[in-house]
């Protein structure tokens, strides 16, 4: 058994690797952000106590915020200290960020002995480290099962999404082999702050989890034991609806959607990859014998994945901004791009560093693929020029990667 926390017991420090993000941003703020939203910015920031000296002579920090806020952070980062403050500021426009949840490297981690700790950590790309989350209120009861001795070749999966700008925590398992989760956690970076969402109608574990534009869906998977309803069932929620809601009748909920045709998709975790209205996901990971199906979200309908796409879906995988689906043979260390309008895959790179690849993240131009030993991330920049440019991202030491995101940076770190 294992407690989300934020132990000290995880050491969290720099890649030995270059800089990676730094180098090569994963995204430009002056393509990323709006002018509504600088000039938004940068009358907060005249009112921010990060302000304690100008942050260009003769100029009010106000507008120099507006004028900085064109320039790559990775720049910024290199000059001085109030400048260093004002790019994680949270009025500045966040830059992206890998997200990861560490379990104890196998080699010094027991079966019989369940009492390490998950950590939930971020890497910075200016800062070249990893920063610890803040850990979830010490009164909420998350107690995850990550191993056990019945399962001595796998881990028991922590099902995770990243939407809306936000990480959300879907389902686990509590050492009774129960859902540990009744409801899902959410963590926002620019807050920094851990929050609840609404109850699930049917809590689960061994689930489809995906993400499309803002909401979030769980499919499948097993409950308090095996049910052949909840193993077709689908749930959808929509984390900014109450946003748009009158305040007195603001409320989060799931809301039931069309069943699944059978329970085929509850024998693992799986991620369903939102992508161009769609999500997609198949059954089972490598060469093995698969099935594949698509959900159409406004449709509320499910149809079988096309033969072509499905027969090229060898890994873990995942879309840029939705449009386009990356995918790593885990056999071969191969990316690819599928391209749905001649219904093939593309190759982008090989390399042995993505063999045996576990999790697939992609964002900014960039592919982020967990390697074998989950100590490590291979970085690929996706709309470089080829050959492709691929780096590394160490993990901690003695701590394996088991989800992968990439979300907004974390605010107020005291960079």
Known sequence: MVALSNSASIKLQGSSSPPPFSTFPMSNPISTTTLEHQL??????KHHHHAASELLPGIPDH?????????????LFTVCRSWRRLIYSPSFPPFLSLYALFLPAESNHHHHHLSNTLQFASFDPISAKWQPLPPPPPDWPLRFL???????????????????????VLA????????????????????????????LGSPRRWCVAG????????????????????????????????????PRRRRWTWQKMGNLKDGKFSRDAID?????????????????????????????SWAEMPERMLAGWRGPAAAMDEETIYAVDE????????????????????????????????AGGRVCVSAADGGSIVVVDVVAPPPARLWVV??????????????????????
Not at 146 to 168: N, T
Not at 394 to 407: K, R
Request: glycine share 8%; hydrophobic share 40%.
């Open 394 to 415: 160490d993990g901690p030491p003695g701590f394996q990667v088991s989800t992968l995101h990439i979300l907004p940076r974390l605010s107020d770190t005291g960079n």
């Open 40 to 45: 938004a910015a940068a009358k907060r920031a």
């Open 331 to 362: 056999s071969k260390g191969l990316l690819k791009a599928y391209d749905h309008v001649k219904d093939a895959w593309r190759e982008v790179v090989e390399d042995t560093r993505l063999k045996g690849a576990q999790q697939l993240a992609a």
């Open 63 to 75: 507008l120099s915020h507006l004028c900085l806020s064109l320039v790559p952070p990775s720049k």
């Open 146 to 168: 990550s191993r056990h001795p019945s399962f001595i070749s796998r881990r028991i999966p922590v099902q995770s999404v990243a939407v809306a700008g936000k990480l959300v």
């Open 172 to 199: 686990a398992t509590n050492d009774d082999f129960l859902p540990a989760l009744s409801q899902p956690l959410i963590f926002d970076p620019l807050s920094g702050n851990w929050s609840l969402g609404p109850q």
């Open 272 to 300: 369903a990859v939102g992508w161009r209205g769609k999500l997609c996901m198949v059954n089972v990971s490598g060469d093995a014998a698969k099935e594949g199906i698509i959900y159409d979200i406004e449709k509320d």
């Open 211 to 246: 993400a499309s534009r803002s909401a979030v869906f769980v499919a499948s998977g097993i409950g308090s034991q095996y049910n052949t309803d909840v193993a077709r069932s689908v749930e959808k929620w929509d984390i900014d609806s109450h946003l748009h809601q009158p």
